[in-house]
């Protein structure tokens, strides 16, 4: 009777809750793992019938792997799980990534990262020793960010064409700034994209200005999409602000319109996910000021452009003048020369 009884508790416990199926308890904690300690971060509401996004972290020399990882907190609740080992000495050697690289390969199953959801990301030191991580058969990681850092050249696994994708963030002051701006040209034609951004005036820190584009980035290289959710520019996302700003500063600027009703709109997602991101588009974009605009709290201004349909960005001169105009299907090409245009009214 207690064994029948035992069974029906069992069965009443949603599968989600059961104690025994959670690898790690939620929220934050430390694990022992292949001779490492381990700093983890699990979503409060982690469900085994679900798949989740990893972000593998290692830390710089000197550093903590908690240190690093609480710059990519935000993406928990994003359904992202975040492990950050601990080098067993000040930095990072080959024979401990190997140790990470196996336990991590042990983990996937049982914390249920789904297909094109293994991400590395590593700052100095850490970055250095990426490599040793990430290329490789396996596990198969999708992405890989070098911060104050970059790939120094080397093997890379034949998937990573068709697979992986690369990202290089810097300080334009930082030591490695030539090893980051390099990683592009490095990986050309061996990973599927690889992208380089720095930020200006910064030495060899974190480049904190640039961490909500990293996580816009992560999120399109998984192929997800909500309209206006997009960290790719410092946004200005309140109308009347942005008008102040642009009365005082007369700069040329660039206005992004969105709708939420476009949830399933197949040009709305390209927009985000691509053209955004587009090399030429961010290095022309970033010279202008950029703003966001929700449609539907907007639609008189968006009206008075002479729009009709989202997405529609508006690239405007000096004193708030339209210069270009783009809806629907937007292309990066034409879109980065009317950017570049008017960057060089400044």
């Given amino acids: 009777m207690r064994k029948v009884l035992f069974v029906l508790i069992l069965l009443l416990v949603p599968a989600g809750l059961r104690a025994e199926e959670r690898p790690f308890p939620k929220g934050k904690s430390t694990a022992s793992l292949g001779g490492l300690s381990w700093h983890v971060e699990m979503p409060a509401k982690w469900d085994p019938e679900r798949e989740y996004s990893l972000l593998v ?10 240190s690093l990882a609480s710059w990519f907190e935000p993406l928990v609740p994003d359904d992202f799980i975040l492990l950050a080992p601990q080098a067993k000495g000040p930095a990072w050697n080959k024979p401990d990534v190997e140790i990470v690289r196996g336990v991590v390969k042990d983990l996937l199953p049982k914390l249920r990262i789904g297909a094109g959801r293994l991400h590395a990301t590593g700052f100095s030191s850490g970055g250095m020793h990426l490599p040793f991580l990430v290329f490789e058969d396996a596990p198969p990681f999708a992405t890989v960010c070098f911060m104050g850092s970059g790939f120094g050249g080397g093997k890379v696994p034949a998937r990573a064409k068709r697979e992986m994708a690369a990202l290089a963030l810097v300080g ?7 090893a980051a701006k390099e990683t592009p040209k490095r990986l050309e034609g061996k990973v599927r994209r690889a992208d380089f951004l720095s930020q200006e005036g910064l030495d060899h820190e974190i480049p904190d200005q640039l961490i909500p584009y990293y996580y816009s980035w992560l999120r399109a290289m998984e192929g997800r ?3 206006g959710q997009d960290g790719s520019f410092p946004w200005i996302d309140d109308l009347e602000v942005a008008k102040e700003t642009l009365s005082v500063s007369k700069a040329p600027a660039f206005f992004f319109f969105f709708d939420e009703k476009d949830r399933d709109d197949a040009d709305a997602k ?9 090399p030429a588009v961010q290095e022309q974009g970033r010279l202008l000021t950029a703003v966001k605009v929700d449609r539907e709290l907007e639609e008189e201004y968006f009206a008075s452009l002479g729009l009709s349909k989202t997405p529609a960005v508006v690239v405007m001169k000096p004193g708030l003048v339209p210069a270009a105009k783009f809806e629907g299907k937007i292309d990066a090409k034409p879109l980065a020369t ?3 245009a008017v960057a060089a009214t400044r």
Avoid at 172 to 178: H, L, M, P
Avoid at 272 to 278: C, K, N, R, S, T
């Fill in 57 to 66: 972290c290692l830390h710089g020399a000197g550093a903590t792997g908690e």
């Fill in 172 to 178: 334009s002051k930082d030591r490695f700034f030539g």
């Fill in 225 to 227: 999409f909500h309209p």
């Fill in 270 to 278: 390209r927009f985000q996910i691509e053209v955004l991101l587009d």
């Fill in 338 to 340: 009317a950017l570049r």
